[in-house]
């Protein structure tokens, strides 16, 4: 079983860990574009153009069973167009509404996000399908990405730094009623312990990386060849290798990559 999974930059890892764990013999290989990060700040039509560029390259190169977009912005951008030009089975990663929605005592539900993908359409149709009767409440946290790649590697984040980002959320109307808050980009699970160490008691703080990781076990046992152990564990690659990469490496290492490879895009 030979997987792919894909992101913008380090937040995808959350969910290679989880793989990890889920279908422990696969071979995962990881794609980051950090060339262009963070993806919440990009254009629509550049991004999709570029994404699925990309992917396709690293299908064919890589020749995965299984590809998971771990990057909501590339998820509600471009799953539906790789779906339509690959036969190997996708899983994506969106807002956890649904989830939130579930969970919720006081019917009003936060999601912290990039700002993009709070304007998208997809996140609105996700809150009227699943979360009609809810309150979503939600913030563009654009600083939270860059204080997640300084967590993953190892750096201390000053907690007035989260807890400036978390104000943006719960001091909004509604703000105080919010009991389930949602992550909305998969960068946010290397800060999910300051979230829950900074946060209000009782609430109650939604990462999407298990759920994503579970599902794409479940289309693994479909497809079978999981139950021998690979002779690789996968690579790790950048569109453009990290300036810090010996800051980055230990973290790579915690996720079973030896050491992160340059991607060569091609025209």
């Not at 990060?37 to 995965?64: M, S």
């Not at 201390?156 to 980002?165: F, G, H, K």
């Not at 960068?187 to 609430?203: E, K, M, Q, V």
Request: glycine share 8%; hydrophobic share 45%; net charge neutral.
């Amino acid at each position: 079983m030979r997987i792919l999974a894909f992101d913008s930059g380090i937040g995808g890892l959350g969910i290679v860990r989880c793989l990890r764990q889920d279908i422990p013999g696969a071979c995962i290989d990881y794609l980051a574009d950090t060339a262009v990060f963070p993806y919440g700040e990009q254009a629509d039509d550049f991004l999709v153009a570029r994404i699925v560029t990309l992917v396709g390259q690293a299908i064919a190169r890589l020749r995965p069973d299984l590809v998971v977009i771990a990057c909501n912005t590339a998820s509600t951008l471009a799953l539906g167009e790789l779906r339509a030009r690959h036969d190997v089975p996708f899983v994506g990663c969106v807002p956890p509404i649904k989830w939130a929605a579930d969970l919720t005592q006081s019917r009003t539900i936060g999601l912290l996000a990039t700002r993009a993908t709070l304007t998208r359409s997809y996140l609105h149709d996700l809150r009227n399908r699943f979360a009609p009767d809810c309150t979503l409440v939600t913030y563009g946290a654009r600083n939270l990405a860059d204080l997640s790649e300084l967590a993953f590697r190892g750096q201390q984040i000053p907690d007035q730094a989260i807890s400036a980002e978390m104000a943006g959320l719960f001091s909004q109307p509604g703000g105080d009623a919010i009991d389930v808050v949602g992550l909305g980009c998969t960068h946010y699970t290397f800060l999910l312990d300051h979230f829950r160490r900074l946060g209000r008691p009782g609430l109650n703080w939604i990462d999407p990386a298990q759920a994503v990781s579970r599902q794409a076990a479940r289309l693994a046992q479909r497809i079978g060849n999981i139950t021998a152990k690979q002779q690789e564990t996968g690579q790790a690659f950048f569109t453009a290798l990290p300036e810090d990469i010996g800051a980055v490496l230990p973290g790579l290492r915690r996720m079973g990559y030896e050491t992160a490879r340059p991607f060569a895009e091609r025209a």
